[in-house]
Structures are given as C-alpha cells and as structure tokens.
Antibody
Framework: EVQLVESGGGLVQPGGSLRLSCAAS????????MSWVRQAPGKGLEWVSY????????YYADSVKGRFTISRDNAKNSLYLEMNSLRDEDTAVYYC?????????????????WGQGTLVTVSS | DIQMTQSPSSLSASVGDRVTITCRAS??????LNWYQQKSGKAPKLLMH???SLQNGVPSRFSGSGSGTDFTLTISSLQPEDFATYYC?????????FGQGTKLEIK
C-alpha cells in the first residue's frame, strides 16, 4: 500500500523559512516523479512543484519560483520542499503526491496517491 | 497556461439523484482530464483519468466523458458517501492545473 507522510509544517513569520518532508513507502519511490500540491484554507488545489524520478527535471509554479526548492533522496525514500521568503499567501496545507508512471511533461499525467498534508501558516 | 473552469461551484442534491458536473478548459486538452474527490479534512482521491478511465475501486456509478475543451463527471445515483468536493485537472501540458472545485451538498 502506498503511504506518503508529510511533516515539517508549522507557524512561521512572513519572510521566514520552512522545510517540508515527505516519507514514502509501499512503492518503488525512485521510479516515480513526485510533486507538491497545496491548498489554501477554504480554497482549491494548486500544483507547486515537481521533481522527476532521476532528479533531472524540476518544475515550479510561477507563484513560488525563486523562493521554493524541491529535492529528493531516493536512498531515503524522501521528498523535500525548502520554502524561503514565505508570504501570507503561502499559507496552505501542503500535500506530497505521486504521479502516474509517466513524467509530468507527458500528456496523461495524474496524481495517483496523496499524503495527508501538513499545514503551513505564514503570519506575524 | 491552461485555465480550468468548473460549473456549478456548488450543488445541492438528494441521495439517489443523478448529478452532472462540468469542466471546461481554456484550450483543447484532447482527453487529458482527471477528476478527484475530496472529502472534508482529507486529501484528494483520484477518481478518473483520461476523461473516462475509472480508477480501481471507484464505484461504477461514477462516469466521465468529453474531449477537447468540455468534460463532464456524472454520478448516476448519489450515495451518502459521495457528498464531497470534486476537482478536475488537465494533464495535456505542464504545468498541471485544477478547476476551482464543485462542492456537492446534501439537499
């Protein structure tokens, strides 16, 4: 059974930093691209960032480009999101999600499994 | 980037009703449209990919159709566990984008 467990969320002041982690199990982590998707309170879903299985391809949403850094450690079955220069509008539940076997650049990509999410609150 | 628009934003229905949710893309996405269900306080769950391919374990009362820019998700006979928020997501081209959601409530 696929399991994704996020951690690292919390309260941070505007301009601050936070590092999220996602521990994966139950599937061949090193074979799948991974994403972060967020959801602001009471709002819809927003894709944030993607990293390919071999780390060769990384994408960011324009809203976080230059501030967030995605990474992964295939030996530890773990995904990370380093968030810097945080803003009020970054307040959200952050989910890690697996994709379909294809890369995100391929048509037909879907988010097959999701973690339970970790809440990031940016506030003074 | 491709914009996705769902309608309606909210919908009240009764157990046993047939319900249809619409998703429109700002440009053609061929058949590359996914549907998710999200219950309150929970992570989204993939229902369907490629417009009409049901995920394993999803009840057959859920069906999807469409191509190009217009898509529909239909629930043939609403069950109590179906009351949730539904999102479409295009996967024709990066970056992936979601509709704003349709909240399905009990009448």
């Amino acid at each position: 059974e696929v399991q994704l467990v996020e951690s690292g969320g919390g309260l941070v002041q505007p301009g601050g930093s936070l590092r999220l982690s996602c521990a994966a199990s139950g599937f061949s982590f090193s074979s799948y691209g991974m994403s972060w998707v967020r959801q602001a309170p009471g709002k819809g879903l927003e894709w944030v960032s993607y990293i390919s299985s071999g780390i060769s391809t990384i994408y960011y949403a324009d809203s976080v480009k230059g501030r967030f850094t995605i990474s992964r450690d295939n030996a530890k079955n773990s995904l990370y999101l380093e968030m810097n220069s945080l803003r009020d509008e970054d307040t959200a539940v952050y989910y890690c999600a697996t994709g379909s076997p294809a890369a995100m650049t391929q048509p037909g990509y879907y988010f097959g499994s999701w973690g339970q999410g970790t809440l990031v609150t940016v506030s003074s | 980037d491709i914009q996705m628009t769902q309608s309606p934003s909210s919908l009240s229905a009764s157990v046993g009703d047939r319900v249809t949710i619409t998703c429109r893309a700002s440009q053609s996405i061929r058949i590359y449209l996914n549907w998710y269900q999200q219950k309150s306080g929970k992570a989204p769950k993939l229902l369907m990919h490629a417009a009409s391919s049901l995920q394993n374990g999803v009840p057959s009362r859920f069906s999807g159709s469409g191509s190009g820019t217009d898509f529909t998700l239909t629930i043939s006979s609403l069950q109590p566990e179906d009351f949730a928020t539904y999102y479409c997501q295009q996967s024709n081209s990066a970056p992936p984008s979601f509709g704003q959601g349709t909240k399905l409530e009990i009448k």
